[in-house]
Structure formats: structure tokens, C-alpha cells
Antibody
Framework: EVQLLESGGGLVQPGGSLRLSCAAS????????MNWVRQAPGKGLEWVSAISGSGDSTSYPDSVKGRFTTSRDNSKSTVYLQMNSLRAEDTAIYYC??????????WGQGTLVTVSS | EIVMTQSPATLSVSPGERATLSCRAS??????LAWYQQKPGQAPRLLIY???TRATGIPARFSGSGSGTEFTLTISSLQSEDFAAYYCQQYHDWPRTFGQGTKVEVK
């Protein structure tokens, strides 16, 4: 059974940084792309980042490009999201998702990030 | 960026009735469309990919159709556990984009 467990969320001031982690199990981690998708309170879903199975290819939407960086450690079956220069509009639940290959076939339970002073 | 537009925003349906949800893309996405279901307080789950292929464990009452720019999710006979929000997502191009969602509520 695929399991994705996010951690690292919390309260951060505007302009601050946070690193999210997602520990994966139940599949051959290195052969799948991984993604982060977020959901602001009471709002819809927004794709935030994608990383290939090897980690040598990443992609971001304009809304986070230059501020967010995704990476992975295949030896630990873990994917990360480094978030810098955080803004109030980054407040959301952040979900880790497994690519299936281009849609999202498995989701974690999410971790809440709140950007506020 | 491909804009995905879902309609209606809210759909009121009685249990046992048929529900039809629409999703429109601002340009052709071929069949590169997925549907997700999200219940309150839960993560989304994949229902359908490739426009019409049900994900593992998804009941046959869920079906998807369409191509190009117009897509439909049909729930043939609504069960109590189907009242939820539904999102479409295109994976034809970057950035991946979602529709704003349709909430299916009890009539």
C-alpha cells in the first residue's frame, strides 16, 4: 500500500522559510515522479512542484518559481519542498503526491503552512 | 496556461439520482484529463485518468467522457458517500492546472 507522510508545516512569518518533507513507502520510490499540490483554506487545488524519479528534472508554476525548490533523496524515499520568501498567499495545506505518471494517483494527508505575523 | 473551468459550482442532487459534472479546457488537451474527489477534511483521491479510465477501486457508477476541450464526469446513481467536491485536472501541458471544483450536495 502506498503511503505518503508529510511533515514540516507550521506558522512562519512573511519573508520566512520552511522545509516540508514527505516520506514515502509501499512502492519503488526512485521510479516515480513526485509532486506538491496545495490548497488554500476553502479554495481549490494548485500544483506547486514536480520532480522526476531521478531528481534531475524539476518544474514549477510562475507563482512559486524562484522561491520554492523541490528535491529528493531516493536513499531515504523522501521528497522535500524548500519554501523561501513566504507570503500570506502561500498559506495552504500542502499535499505530497505520487505521479501516475502525469496525474496524481496517491496523496498524503497534507501539512498546514500558515504565513502570518 | 491552460485554464480549466468547471460547472456548475454547486450541484444539488437527491440520493439515487444521476449527477453530471462538466469541465472545459481553454485549449485542446486531447484526453489528458483526470478527475479527483475530495471529502471535507480529507485529501483528494484520484477517480479517473485519461478522461475515462477509472482508478483502482473506483466503482463503476463513476464514468468519464469527452475529448479536446469538453469533458464530463457522470455519477450514475448517487450514494451517500459520493457527496463531495470534485476537481478536474489537465496534464497535457505545464503548468498542470485544476478546475475550481464542483460541490455535489444533497438536495
Amino acid at each position: 500500500e502506498v503511503q505518503l507522510l508529510e511533515s514540516g508545516g507550521g506558522l512562519v512569518q512573511p519573508g520566512g522559510s520552511l522545509r516540508l518533507s514527505c516520506a514515502a513507502s509501499g512502492f519503488t520510490f526512485s521510479t516515480y515522479g513526485m509532486n506538491w499540490v496545495r490548497q488554500a483554506p476553502g479554495k481549490g487545488l494548485e500544483w506547486v512542484s514536480a520532480i522526476s524519479g531521478s531528481g534531475d528534472s524539476t518544474s514549477y508554476p510562475d507563482s512559486v518559481k524562484g522561491r520554492f525548490t523541490t528535491s529528493r533523496d531516493n536513499s531515504k524515499s523522501t521528497v522535500y519542498l524548500q519554501m523561501n520568501s513566504l507570503r500570506a498567499e502561500d498559506t495552504a495545506i500542502y499535499y505530497c503526491t505520487k505521479s501516475g505518471p502525469s496525474y496524481y494517483d496517491s496523496w498524503g494527508q497534507g501539512t498546514l503552512v500558515t504565513v502570518s505575523s | 496556461e491552460i485554464v480549466m473551468t468547471q460547472s456548475p459550482a454547486t450541484l444539488s442532487v437527491s440520493p439515487g439520482e444521476r449527477a453530471t459534472l462538466s469541465c472545459r479546457a481553454s485549449q485542446s488537451i486531447s484526453s489528458h484529463l483526470a478527475w479527483y474527489q475530495q471529502k471535507p477534511g480529507q485529501a483528494p483521491r484520484l477517480l479517473i485518468y485519461g478522461t475515462s479510465t477509472r482508478a483502482t477501486g473506483i466503482p463503476a457508477r463513476f464514468s468519464g467522457s469527452g475529448s479536446g476541450t469538453e469533458f464530463t464526469l457522470t455519477i450514475s446513481s448517487l450514494q451517500s458517500e459520493d457527496f463531495a467536491a470534485y476537481y478536474c485536472q489537465q496534464y497535457h501541458d505545464w503548468p498542470r492546472t485544476f478546475g475550481q471544483g464542483t460541490k455535489v450536495e444533497v438536495k
